[in-house]
């Protein structure tokens, strides 16, 4: 089955550093969602990948599908206290029934 | 608009023991979803919906059935519970296959 895998599995900065991770499938996806949990809560959606190289930004995140539609990442520049929590990408082959999410990346940010 | 709601938050339960986890939502969604989280593994699917009255497996199927009798209702039940069921659950609404609306969770204990 369809196998989405996210590195690193963990990821613990300086405030004021930057942070990426990095999503694979091995499958080609339709499209790629990205979330956020903070510790002890519930995902919450980021950001929706359509196209092929697409690259969509929201402040300080900037999220990427590559151009085979298999892998994608999401960089946050200069990491704040707040980004604290696990990334999770999620993707479907499937039309957009239902979703294979990753693994996830655990991010801690030091004061 | 109370989103997606989740019943009971905690429990605890013996081996062989059933339950029901309610979840319901007030956005007239038609998909919903039922996965739950262990550690390191990210969010894996159990059974999903597509509309009132239908359902369907997904990855982590065995040991859990569900039923969607009205569109706002997604029931997840534990016919005899066992330790590996100990889990984090959640439950997830989305209009059509887009961003999808997490409920609290329900944190699941099995001894």
């Known amino acids: 089955g369809q196998q989405v895998m996210q590195i690193p599995q963990y990821q613990h900065v300086q405030e004021g550093e930057d942070f990426t991770t990095y999503c694979n499938s091995s499958?080609?996806?339709?499209?790629i969602q990205w979330y956020k949990q903070r510790p002890g809560g519930h995902p919450v959606f980021l950001i929706q990948?359509?196209?092929?190289?697409e690259v969509k930004k929201q402040k300080r995140l900037t999220f990427q599908f590559g151009e085979a539609k298999k892998n994608s990442s999401l960089h946050i520049t200069a990491t704040q206290t707040t980004d604290v929590g696990t990334y999770f990408c999620?993707?479907?082959?499937?039309?957009?029934?239902?979703?294979?999410f990753g693994t996830g990346t655990r991010l801690l940010v030091s004061p | 608009n109370a989103g997606v709601t989740q019943t009971p938050k905690f429990r605890v339960l013996k081996t062989g023991q059933s339950m029901t986890l309610l979840c319901a939502q007030d956005?007239?969604?038609?998909?919903m979803y039922w996965y739950r989280q262990d550690p390191g593994m990210g969010l894996r699917l159990i059974h999903y919906?597509?509309?009132?009255?239908?359902?369907a497996k997904g990855e982590v199927p065995d040991g859990y059935n569900v039923s969607r009798l009205k569109k706002q209702n997604f029931l997840l039940g534990l016919e005899s519970a066992a330790p590996s069921q100990t889990s984090v659950y959640f439950c997830?609404?989305?209009?059509?296959?887009?961003?999808?609306?997490f409920g609290p969770g329900t944190r699941l204990t099995v001894l």
């Open positions: 919906s597509v509309g009132e009255g239908t359902t």
């Open positions: 999620a993707g479907t082959n499937t039309g957009f029934q239902k979703l294979v």
């Open positions: 956005m007239n969604h038609e998909y």
């Open positions: 990948l359509v196209k092929s190289g």
């Open positions: 997830a609404s989305t209009a059509y296959g887009d961003t999808q609306y």
């Open positions: 499958t080609t996806l339709s499209n």
